[in-house]
C-alpha cells in the first residue's frame, strides 16, 4: 500500500455511480438505525467501511452509503370532484362586507 491517503468508495472514473450519497456521523447505534431507515426507503448500492472519529468525537463514527432511491409519483391535485373542497371566493369576500 503506498502512503496516499485512503480512499471508502469507488473510483469517479465508475460509470456505475448513481443514487443519492449520504456521509453518516454517529454512535454505532445511531448508524445502524439510520442505515436501517435508508436502506428501507431504497437500494443500498454501496456501503463504505465504518471509520472510528477521534478527539472531541471519540465514541462516534463516520459512515459513507451510497443508495438507490425511487421518486414517489406526485399525488393528484385534490378537487372538489375527489373530495376537495371548493370555496367561492366572491361569495365568501360580499358575505364578510360590513352592511
Known amino acids: 500500500m503506498t ?3 485512503r480512499r471508502d ?3 469517479p472514473r465508475d460509470p456505475r455511480l448513481s443514487g443519492a450519497e449520504v456521509w453518516l ?21 454501496q456501503r463504505g467501511t465504518r471509520r472510528a472519529l477521534t ?3 471519540t465514541g462516534r463514527h463516520r459512515l459513507y ?5 425511487t421518486a414517489a409519483a406526485k399525488r393528484p391535485a385534490r378537487g372538489p370532484e375527489q ?5 367561492d371566493l366572491d361569495a365568501a369576500r360580499t ?4 352592511a
Not at 456521523?25 to 436502506?39: S, V
Not at 373530495?83 to 370555496?87: D, K, W
Not at 358575505?95 to 360590513?98: D, F, Q, S, V, W
Request: a neutral charge; aromatic letters at 0%; glycine letters at 18%.
Open 83 to 87: 373530495g376537495g373542497a371548493l370555496i
Open 3 to 5: 502512503g496516499g491517503p
Open 25 to 45: 456521523t454517529g454512535t454505532p447505534a445511531e448508524l445502524d438505525a439510520l442505515t436501517a431507515a435508508l436502506t428501507a426507503a431504497g437500494h443500498l448500492t
Open 9 to 11: 468508495g469507488a473510483s
Open 65 to 69: 452509503l451510497r443508495l438507490t432511491v
Open 95 to 98: 358575505h364578510r362586507r360590513p
Open 55 to 57: 478527539g472531541a468525537d
